[in-house]
């Protein structure tokens, strides 16, 4: 069973960044494509970010030009750097692969407020 520990959310003011971790117990990031999801409340959770075994990358059009998601093989370890945040970014955003494969994590709360 891979375990997924994201880290790194926080609050946060509108305009600013945040850099968010996720750290897999197995390889998974190195077999299939890395994923960062988040849920807002009310809301269902949504694919944000990914990257696929080859480097290519996909944004939702929400996040576009403001997240980048980058990832360590060796680290097995799957990054989510946001910048330019906004209020409607506020979510507990979840790593997973693409598509998702297991268990969730607990995942790491972000608030953008003034």
């Known amino acids: 069973q891979v375990q997924l520990v994201e880290s790194g959310g926080g609050l946060v003011q509108p305009g600013g960044s945040l850099r968010l971790s996720c750290a897999a117990s197995?390889?998974?990031?190195?077999?299939?494509?890395s994923g960062w999801y988040r849920q807002a409340p009310g809301k269902q959770r949504q694919l944000v970010a990914r990257m696929s075994n080859s480097g290519s990358t996909n944004y939702a059009d929400s996040v576009k030009g403001r997240f980048t998601i980058s990832r360590d093989n060796a680290k097995n370890t799957v990054y989510l750097q946001m910048n330019s945040l906004k209020p409607e970014d506020s979510a507990v955003y979840y790593c997973?692969?693409?598509?998702?494969?297991?268990?969730w994590g607990q995942g790491t709360q972000v608030t953008v407020s003034s």
């Open positions: 197995g390889s998974i990031f190195s077999v299939f494509a």
């Open positions: 997973n692969s693409d598509p998702p494969w297991g268990h």
